[in-house]
């Protein structure tokens, strides 16, 4: 994600996020993490302030953690464990490499035109058989929300359609609506699937 302007407000907005995201672990964090061998390698693409990363480190993962806020990498890099780095969803590995891809709400930022893309890269990162996490907020169109956030939003069935032709196998799904950091609350869909 290379949007300047999306990334000045996460930098900003720092202390803000790391309040509204400090939170325990979801489920499908948890049931991520199970499905990662011990001292298996995962990246959190797009990991924020880094608490997902972290309680993958606490779990005996092997973590990176990339983002493309400077202020998110500082604060990631601050938890035992995990090696964070700032970078965009361009910077994945071409080969397989990891058990595990976390895009916990972080692709949503991509432009329709490169979420294909990002999507064949995370396929290619992945080890076979391999879990991928993805969560989105649900809808239609492009928008900057209230904060200047740039988000493209999906169907459920668009997203499904997307990660099957991309070669993965769906296992999970779930829907919900959230409060996010611009105060809308809005509905989501986290999407579990194997390479």
Do not use: W
Not at 49 to 78: L, Q, T, W, Y
Not at 124 to 131: E, Q, W
Not at 164 to 190: C, H, Y
């Amino acid at each position: 994600m290379t949007d300047a302007q999306t990334l000045a407000v996460y930098d900003v907005k720092i202390d803000d996020y790391l309040r509204l995201t400090q939170a325990p672990p979801s489920k499908s964090l948890l049931a991520f993490i199970k499905a990662i061998p011990e001292g298996g390698r995962v990246l959190d693409l797009g990991c924020g302030p880094g608490f997902a990363a972290a309680e993958m480190a606490r779990h005996g993962c092997n973590v990176e953690a990339i983002d493309g806020s400077a202020e998110m990498v500082a604060a990631a890099s601050k938890h035992p464990g995990v090696i964070a780095r700032q970078a965009t969803f361009d910077d994945l590995p071409a080969q397989a490499t990891y058990y595990g891809i976390y895009a916990n709400f972080s692709l949503l930022h991509a432009k329709r035109a490169d979420f294909n893309r990002h999507i064949q890269a995370c396929h290619a990162a992945l080890l076979p058989g391999g879990i991928f996490h993805l969560a989105m907020k649900l809808g239609t169109g492009a928008r900057r929300d209230a904060l200047g956030r740039f988000y493209t939003y999906y169907t459920a069935e668009e997203l499904k359609h997307i990660l099957t032709q991309n070669g993965f196998s769906l296992t999970f799904e779930r829907e919900g609506t959230e409060k996010g950091l611009a105060g809308d609350v809005e509905p989501f869909i986290m999407l579990a699937a194997h390479a």
